[in-house]
């Protein structure tokens, strides 16, 4: 009862403060705006209806952040000065003036047409500020002054969007309410009847071949039986068009279906829906379409010296630029003396812009003449391509971001077959902990190289009618060939040479799939002498297998992966999920060819590796969603050195991991290494710490707070284990601290971090701040390992053993 006394009496100061600094006399805030008997509708669309929206607050306290930014960009804060429409005006003015007279004096047009865009843009920044304000002022909002004028058109909007989802005779009234001088809460009284429902569905069409198309078709009908909603009007209406557009009827259009709704006949808040197909004017039925002729037309510059080839049916007028025609062909869904169908219309436009050999890809169809022809008309991209890009980086294993700068050349069309030869190289610089300290420096230049050359086909032994048939699914033949190094300084130097083949091939839009059928690399480590002692200690704690990931290897694999990401994950506002699962087997070189091909002195591994990754966001409201993400992965080693490839192991920790752990410092399991300080035994993070098996879950929520800025809160849970150590056996170690994986055990072993963070979103780049903290360590003995109470703000930010952990990023965690 104090508490509720307390926090009620917080409430009231800070809304008394707030009001009071927000309005002037005569004028309320808009607080609280709420809806009553609202059957089956989201309050949030009901808000959104509303003409007038009240300020966001947090937490449901009186406190908004984004009217405080707005009044600091307004009033003057730090650095901002105070917002001065007048001057912004003045300086508007004269960048016109000045531009103006520039433009006017000079003498080549390209010049001129330099400084016109210059003038817009500049003038277009200030006339952005002239509207909105400020940058505070734009990442903020104005408060919300209440306006009585805008009732009547909330009422309105109401009515007519309950009206369209079948409540036809729903009436609003609204009372408003004053809970102090300057708050206006506003109450809408939504008096909701009973929905319409549709009783069945009737046609009235007098083409009798259309009618027979649409009678066909009946079940698919997205009205009978269900509640009256426009939108489910909509898209019947759409269904319908695809219906037609789609067995010949080139000239149908969306314009020729008509409703008509019947609610006397029934009673009983029942409806008859007549659903009409007009004909089109001065026409007693509609026309179907059969395609008498294909051309792919590719000669834009109308070259006299064009080359114009047939294949199977399809004519391909090339000038400069020449493509094959059998490859094209296998992306193109239209033939004469097929029907028209707009999918197939679209399949290969889409197919033909997935080549990466275009500008735009447009097809028309002519009907002079008494003829149907389509043409593909397509503007090729320039044969070569380079892009440099140069800027900060965070991998998941940084702790600060470090310079990088990456090259990209392409060449397309090399062998005529519109394959596309790539050159990519890289350098940067990282700030990251060594594989045995946990100081974070600029300790590592990671640089290379990778050519890759791609064709639009598979490169397999396929009849003509496979290849047709695949054709659809973007099919992909991909080499590459690359060298990386990578100089870990005080650790090691490190050289891998890669080589791969891929099968690359998409079902629709939303899933990949790819197929490595081989991938070999060859991998030099120059190591220090202080990280060959500390690889010593790994041994002698029985890691053997992470000791030899850094002897000289050559590793071959087959890997399969499959994404499938629905909803367009990540980059929509909505319900999205995305799943990433793969399958790995290495040592297959070593099958073929047999045991040790390159000689002794080489490791060689054999392995199984499998991991799922599942990420989903759950749309709350517009400004607020949830994300859930599990990622388990195992690896199963077999033959002579029973080791994983170093780039093979399983860590966790770090800015897209366990947040509360840095980067690849957590497990294996319940094992821990400890040092005295200060009278106290802490656990040792000085060294990474892989695994053989991975699980990892995270819970976030995510909230916008001002316009470009998001606030999460977060929980982490999870953990690496080996298979088996040879540090101890389970007899010797009651406690069951080595690092092993058990089934009846490992639960107790997950860690467990939950922490906060900002999210600075500018669509094109987000920039993310975490802090975490460890609730639950297993690395500390049985009935110890809860630690949440021993967080110290005090020496928050000394990370040898501290709860509390830094996490820099770039885009969101999942």
């Not at 809970?179 to 007098?206: C, F, G, R």
């Not at 066909?216 to 898209?235: F, I």
């Not at 809160?713 to 080996?722: E, M, P, Q, S």
């Amino acid at each position: 009862m104090k508490f509720n006394s307390i926090y009620l009496s917080l409430i009231l100061l800070l809304s008394s403060c707030l009001s009071s600094r927000l309005v002037e006399d005569g004028e309320t805030l808009l607080y609280k705006q709420r809806f009553s008997d609202a059957k089956n509708i989201n309050k949030e669309t009901l808000l959104n209806l509303a003409a007038q929206k009240s300020n966001q607050k947090i937490l449901g306290l009186p406190i908004s952040l984004e009217v405080q930014a707005y009044r600091m960009g307004k009033n003057g804060f730090l650095f901002f000065g105070a917002y001065d429409s007048s001057r912004t005006q003045r300086n508007l003015t004269r960048i016109e003036e000045k531009y103006s007279s520039k433009i006017d004096k000079a003498t080549k047009d390209k010049k001129k047409s330099r400084l016109r865009s210059k003038l817009i843009s500049k003038t277009e920044k200030k006339n952005k500020k002239l509207r909105e304000g400020n940058l505070l002022m734009r990442w903020g909002r104005p408060p919300a002054i209440f306006d009585s004028t805008l009732i009547a058109t909330s009422i309105d909007n109401i009515e007519q969007y309950l009206f369209a989802r079948g409540y036809f005779n729903t009436t609003v009234e609204t009372k408003v309410t004053h809970p102090k001088k300057h708050l206006t809460n506003v109450k809408y009284n939504i008096s909701q009847k009973n929905a319409y429902y549709i009783d069945s569905v009737v046609y009235a069409i007098e083409d009798e071949k259309a009618l027979e198309l649409v009678l066909k078709h009946h079940e698919k009908n997205l009205l009978s039986g269900n509640r009256y909603d426009q939108e489910t009007v909509t898209k019947e209406r759409e269904r319908i068009f695809e219906l037609f557009a789609n067995n010949g009827y080139f000239d149908f259009k969306r314009q020729y279906i008509h409703f008509g709704f019947d609610s006397t006949s029934l009673g009983n808040n029942y409806l008859i829906v007549k659903e009409t197909i007009a004909n089109p004017p001065n026409a007693a039925a509609h026309k179907t379409f059969t395609i008498d002729s294909v051309i792919f037309d590719a000669n834009i510059s109308n070259s006299e010296q064009s080359q114009v080839k047939n294949h199977r049916r399809v004519t391909y007028d090339f000038s400069e630029d020449k493509y094959n025609p059998k490859i094209l062909d296998w992306r193109i869904f239209i033939y004469p003396d097929s029907i028209f169908r707009r999918s197939a219309t679209l399949q290969t436009q889409k197919q033909l812009s997935y080549l990466d050999m275009f500008k735009f890809v447009n097809i028309n169809y002519d009907t002079t003449d008494g003829k149907f022809i389509g043409t593909i008309f397509i503007s090729p991209l320039d044969k070569y391509q380079t892009s440099t890009e140069v800027g900060l980086s965070v991998t998941d294993q940084a702790q600060i971001p470090g310079p990088f700068i990456s090259f990209n050349l392409k060449n397309r069309n090399l062998f005529k077959g519109m394959e596309i030869l790539e050159f990519n190289g890289n350098a940067g610089i990282q700030g990251l902990s060594g594989v045995s300290t946990l100081e974070t420096q600029y300790s590592r230049l990671q640089y290379g190289g990778e050519f890759s050359l791609t064709f639009p086909q598979f490169l397999f032994p396929l009849g003509k009618y496979y290849k047709s048939k695949i054709g659809q699914y973007n099919p992909k033949t991909k080499l590459t060939s690359g060298i990386n190094f990578e100089d870990r300084r005080e650790e090691y130097k490190r050289q891998t040479f890669n080589t791969s083949l891929s099968y690359i091939w998409q079902v629709k839009d939303n899933s990949q799939f790819t197929l490595k059928p081989f991938e070999v690399s060859y991998i030099d480590s120059d190591l220090t002498d202080n990280f060959s002692n500390t690889l010593l200690v790994y041994e002698q704690q029985g890691n053997l297998s992470y000791a030899r990931a850094f002897s000289p290897a050559f590793v071959s694999s087959s890997n399969f992966a499959m994404e499938l990401n629905l909803n367009n994950y990540g980059l929509t506002y909505r319900d999205a999920a995305f799943i990433r699962a793969n399958i790995e087997t290495g040592g297959n070189f070593e099958v073929l060819f047999g045991e040790n091909p390159f000689g002794d002195q080489l490791e060689y591994y054999k392995y199984t590796k499998s991991e799922i990754d599942l990420r989903q966001t759950f749309r709350m409201n517009s400004l607020t969603e949830v994300a859930y993400r599990a990622h388990i992965g195992v690896a199963f080693v077999y033959g002579d050195n029973n080791a994983l490839p170093y780039e093979k192991y399983y860590f966790a920790g770090g800015s897209n991991s366990i947040r509360a752990w840095r980067p690849r410092r957590l497990g294996p399991g319940a094992y821990g290494t400890y040092e005295a300080e200060a009278g106290e035994t802490k656990v040792n993070y000085n060294r990474e710490q892989p695994g053989d098996i991975i699980i990892e879950t995270s819970l976030e929520y995510r909230r916008k707070l001002l316009k470009y800025i998001d606030g999460a809160i977060f929980v982490d849970a999870g953990n690496v284990w080996l298979w088996k150590s040879e540090t101890v056996t389970e007899t010797d170690d009651p406690q069951l601290d080595d690092g092993v994986f058990r089934f009846n055990s490992f639960l107790e072993e997950l860690a467990v971090g939950a922490g906060i963070g900002v999210r600075v979103d500018f669509s094109f780049l987000i920039l993310r701040l975490d802090g975490a903290w460890k609730l639950f360590n297993p690395a500390y003995p049985k009935g110890e390992r809860f630690v949440g109470d021993e967080l110290n703000f005090g020496n928050l930010f000394d990370f040898r053993d501290n709860t509390f952990n830094i996490n820099i990023g770039i885009g969101y965690p999942f």
